[in-house]
């Protein structure tokens, strides 16, 4: 069994949930998909774990770290003593709104460091840069286009996890679609949804002194 636990506190409709459902459909493992915002009792979580055989961790990048639902959920693992979920590896699939993916390393550290601690098997991540904007290309095929690096990437991540393998970390960018074009893109896209949010014209025009 595998669980992919969605740590982003968006839920459903998140990036990393999207991500989730993608490598979903490359595994031919039953798999388990969990909304961690939505849990009530842990206890049920650790029931599943303690006999799963992966955990997929999709999760957003907050302020270069783990989000801290995440972080939570880690120390009540810790708490219940290193090797109790001895069987486990551990993948990860981050996603955050900068474009170089590479920025991940510290949250992906975190995430190695405790598996150290919790004697499980760090097996590897795939991070994916622009992330909002590969969220929201749903409707494009998952190997194609902007799409191909990420697509490539999850096959690689799922080849692994149903190997029960050890994978390098990978970082992956929109294929295709330079970062000068990505911020001219974010640049064009915060006035208006700063608009929308409420703001005037004159406040969003407004410089600091
Ligand atoms: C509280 C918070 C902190 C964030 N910190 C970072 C950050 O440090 N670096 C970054 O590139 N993006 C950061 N982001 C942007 C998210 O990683 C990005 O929007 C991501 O696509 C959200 O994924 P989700 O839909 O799965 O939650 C942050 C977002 C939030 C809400």
């Known amino acids: 069994m595998v669980i992919l636990l969605n740590c982003s506190f968006r839920g459903e409709k998140s990036n990393s949930?999207?991500?989730?459902?993608?490598l979903e459909g490359l595994l031919e493992e039953p798999c388990e998909r969990i909304q961690l915002n939505r849990i009530t009792?842990?206890?049920v979580l650790e029931e599943k774990l303690a006999t799963a055989d992966a955990l997929v961790l999709g999760m957003p990048l907050y302020v270069?770290?783990?989000p801290a639902q995440a972080v939570e959920l880690m120390e009540r693992l810790y708490a219940d003593g290193a090797g109790s979920y001895g069987q486990l590896a551990v993948y990860v699939v981050s996603n955050l709104g900068f474009y170089e993916a590479e920025q991940t390393q510290i949250q992906l550290a975190?995430?190695?460091n405790w598996c150290e601690r919790m004697g499980l098997t760090y097996g590897g991540a795939l991070a994916i840069g622009a992330g909002e904007m590969m969220g929201g290309l749903r409707n494009v095929p998952m190997d194609q286009g902007p799409n191909?690096?990420?697509g490539?990437?999850?096959?690689?991540l799922a080849s692994h996890i149903s190997a029960h393998s050890v994978m390098e970390n990978a970082?992956?960018?929109?294929?295709?679609f330079p970062r000068w074009m990505y911020l001219l893109a974010a640049q064009m896209n915060w006035a208006p949804q700063a608009k929308k949010n409420g703001?005037?014209?004159?406040?969003?025009?407004r410089r600091r002194p």
């Open 17 to 22: 949930n999207y991500f989730l459902g993608l």
């Open 41 to 43: 009792d842990a206890s």
């Open 64 to 66: 270069d770290g783990v």
């Open 110 to 112: 975190i995430v190695k």
């Open 148 to 150: 191909k690096a990420m």
């Open 152 to 156: 490539e990437g999850l096959k690689k």
């Open 171 to 176: 970082f992956v960018q929109p294929t295709g």
């Open 199 to 205: 703001l005037k014209r004159k406040e969003i025009r």
